[in-house]
């Protein structure tokens, strides 16, 4: 059996409609088995510090996830992608983290509603912005691993060749 079919086969990224479904499916999932993790972690240490561990964990598993099935990358991600990865997760943090600050600000004291509205809301374009990162940047083209001077090398080393 094949352990990644659908990478060895397509060879490409999935259309962007099932990359983002897949996107939503691992993260979605993740962050819900996160929130669990994190309130059985804070009964032992304190909560920032569960956050922190079990928010580093999961950004690694997304990122082998997402490298697998969401983009359909022929290999494991390496430093630089769970870096990036790492980079994108901590932007979508902050923006959150933002928004929800000026909500405080502007409505020192909102209600429930109005508060989970904000926060998915910010959520969710920071979600958007983070599947574009790791679609376009992190995993471009299903190989993670592409860059301008792997390309050039590559159409010099078949000129040279052909000549």
Request: charge should be positive; include cysteine.
């Amino acid at each position: 059996m094949n352990p990644a079919p659908h990478a060895a086969q397509a060879g490409s990224t999935p259309d962007p409609l099932s990359s983002f479904a897949r996107f939503v499916l691992f993260g979605g999932g993740v962050g819900l088995l996160s929130s669990g993790a994190v309130a059985l972690l804070a009964g032992a240490m304190p909560w920032a510090l569960a956050n922190a561990v079990i928010t580093i964990a999961s950004t690694l598993l997304c990122t082998e996830l997402h490298a697998r099935f969401t983009f359909a990358t022929p290999h494991r991600p390496g430093w630089r992608e769970h870096w990036q990865s790492a980079g994108s997760a901590a932007a979508a943090y902050a923006a959150t983290t933002a928004a929800m600050t000026a909500l405080h600000l502007l409505q020192p004291s909102p209600g429930a509603l109005t508060e989970q509205l904000v926060y998915l809301s910010a959520s969710a374009l920071a979600g958007i912005g983070r599947f574009l990162v790791l679609r376009l940047v992190v995993f471009a083209g299903g190989t993670g691993r592409t860059s301008a001077s792997t390309t050039w090398t590559a159409t010099l080393d078949a000129r040279v060749k052909i000549a």
